[in-house]
């Protein structure tokens, strides 16, 4: 059964205003959400939620009934599914253990109904138009349009599926596809468009989009992450080829070095270890058949807060490659207090321009003891992101629905990405516990410097509480890059560099450095802890870049050349 918290990532900032200084409980905040599958959100308040063991029962007005548990949060969710269009009285009753009443709350809802409507997205190998056997589900993101009455009523994201939310009843939708992927062509159906009108029954088909697949040229890429902790580190990454003809070649991650175990790596053949080094020699490559990765490090000797630890990865072949800019990937992690698998970064940090693409991965992990059938995530975007330019990088799972809707309170947009029957297994597997999706979503243009764009998002394992992740933050505004060159005390060599870069300080300026490219995008970041600082550069494409060095007195910046 699937679940619609479109207000739970908005309510989480309004807990904060709900205190009540008595020990009485009572609904505090009561909404309908959804246009389809009707949710109650309550709010229960009092100053020891952690004590108390709740209940809130809701009648939905025609007949219908839920009881949920309260959480440690304060928060219930009673769940419906309406037949019939019309108007309902909803009451929900707060209730003790024992079935005591202690609050009440109602309102009118109008109900118009609804329905969801699917589709397929398939590599069309044998070129029939029906999506039969041998051929593969997709795994890349196309653009959908979805016309009603002919009118353009909005664009969609599939990958191996495409969902949509129709509004209302017997209303006639044609979804066409707009943006295939890189080296694909859609070719089915041949009329180009697919057609279904939405029923009160529920989903409706609407058919499968078929594709074929370029023979000629290629772009290998490679997407991951990692997670990090003052224990171990975590990364994991796809490998993807937007080419049929399979591609080989090699993939190498460079721990970084303050992790001093022996890395285990996942899978186990074609692999080798060099000390901080794990390589893969792969072969296989194809657009239908993306590769997974996983890296697992440790250390005797545990890592500090703030901590910054940076691991790239880089997959060849190059030549020929017809976008080179994928084939390397950097993350750069601070190392938290405490550790939660489940986390959001985004890329480029820091400071940036407005009408920036922004590139966001959502990092998963069931950490728990038993398999998580079913995971989705919302991502409540902010008001100054375009959501109209969203578009789906890559998931290390390919059968994930996309789709976006407004959030009732804000007005802001919602994205869901849903991984229905994902079986993804505990935390006793190492190899296969953990995944990760990534999107793109370029800022507004005209946003003033100054502007703070704050993302975080909520992920559920099955029914499981939600587990928000971190914060991550971005600012409008102009870098600016002022060489001091009458300091002395500041040494960077080699100047070009190749691979490896030294920074010598005297003093104890400066307690942090930051390469930063030409349009002001933050690439490695790094602590300094003593007089002579070394930092692996090799990822960074040739070119002109800055390091800024910041510490409490002040900052200093020297421009540097990769070769």
């Given amino acids: 059964m699937k679940k619609f918290y479109t207000l739970t990532l908005s309510i989480f900032a309004l807990l ?16 309908m959400i959804d246009s389809c599958y009707k949710e109650i959100v ?52 707060l ?8 609050d009440s709350a109602s309102f009118t809802i109008v109900y118009g109904g609804c329905s969801y409507i699917t589709g397929r997205l398939y590599d069309d190998k044998n070129s029939n138009c029906l999506d039969d056997t041998g051929d593969v589900p997709m795994h890349a993101a196309s653009r959908i349009e979805v016309d009603s009455a002919g009118h353009v009523v909005d664009t969609i994201t599939g990958y191996s599926t495409f969902t949509y939310k129709a509004k209302g009843f017997g209303k006639s939708y044609t979804f066409k596809v707009i943006h295939s992927p890189t080296g694909f062509t859609n070719t089915c159906p041949t009329s180009g468009s697919l057609t279904a009108t939405s029923s009160s029954t529920g989903t409706v088909a609407a058919g499968d ?105 880089n997959v060849t072949p190059t030549a020929g490659d017809a976008d080179t800019t994928n084939n390397t990937t950097t993350s750069v992690k601070i190392v938290p207090g405490s550790y939660d698998p489940n986390d959001k970064t985004v890329f480029p940090e820091g400071v940036i321009s407005s009408g920036t693409m922004l590139t966001y991965t959502l990092a998963f992990q069931n950490a728990g003891n038993d398999t998580a059938f079913n995971i989705h995530i919302m991502d409540t975007l902010s008001s100054y992101l375009d959501a109209s330019t969203i578009q789906l990088v890559t998931s290390t799972y390919s059968n994930v629905s996309i789709y976006q809707f407004p959030d ?59 587990v928000m992740t971190n914060t991550v933050s971005n600012t409008i505004g102009t870098l600016s890059v002022t060489q001091v060159n009458n300091m002395s005390n500041v040494a960077v060599f080699p100047n070009p560099v190749g691979s490896d870069l030294t920074i010598q300080t005297t003093d104890k300026q400066f307690d942090k450095l930051v390469i930063i490219n030409t349009l002001g995008q933050v690439l490695i970041q790094q602590t300094i802890q003593s007089d002579l600082t070394h930092v692996n550069v090799k990822s960074l494409l040739p070119g002109m870049y800055y390091i800024m060095l910041q510490g409490a007195n002040g900052s200093r910046v020297e421009k540097i050349e990769k070769l």
């Fill in 16 to 31: 904060t205003s709900f205190g009540n200084a008595n020990a009485q409980f009572h609904i505090k905040y009561h909404y």
């Fill in 42 to 93: 309550h709010i229960i308040t009092s100053d020891s939620l952690g004590t108390h063991s709740l209940r809130v029962e809701t009648t939905f007005g025609d007949g219908g009934i839920d009881t949920g548990n309260v959480g440690s949060y304060g928060l219930c969710l009673n769940r419906h599914s309406y037949t019939s269009t019309g108007t309902y009285t909803v009451k929900s009753v």
């Fill in 95 to 102: 209730l003790t253990s024992t079935g005591s009443r202690i």
């Fill in 209 to 313: 989009f078929g594709f074929s697949c370029s023979t000629t040229g290629f772009d290998v890429a490679v997407h991951g992450s990692a997670h990090v902790c003052r224990r171990y580190i975590y990364a994991y990454y796809v490998l993807t080829n937007t080419n049929c003809n399979a591609k080989s070649g090699t993939l190498t991650v460079n721990i970084d070095s303050r992790y001093t175990g022996t890395p285990h790596y996942y899978p186990s053949t074609g692999g080798s270890v060099s000390g901080h080094t794990v390589s893969w020699n792969y072969t296989g490559l194809t657009s239908d058949h993306p590769q997974y990765f996983v890296v697992y490090d440790t250390t005797g000797t545990w890592l500090s807060t703030g901590d910054t630890v940076t691991t790239t990865a």
């Fill in 408 to 466: 009732p309170v804000s007005g802001r947009t919602i994205v869901k990405f849903d991984f229905p029957g994902i079986n993804l297994l505990d935390s006793t597997h190492h190899d296969a516990c953990s995944g990760f999706v990534n999107f793109t979503v370029n800022t507004k243009g005209g946003l003033a410097n100054g502007t703070v764009i704050n993302n975080q998002a909520g992920i559920w394992f099955d029914y499981n509480p939600v």
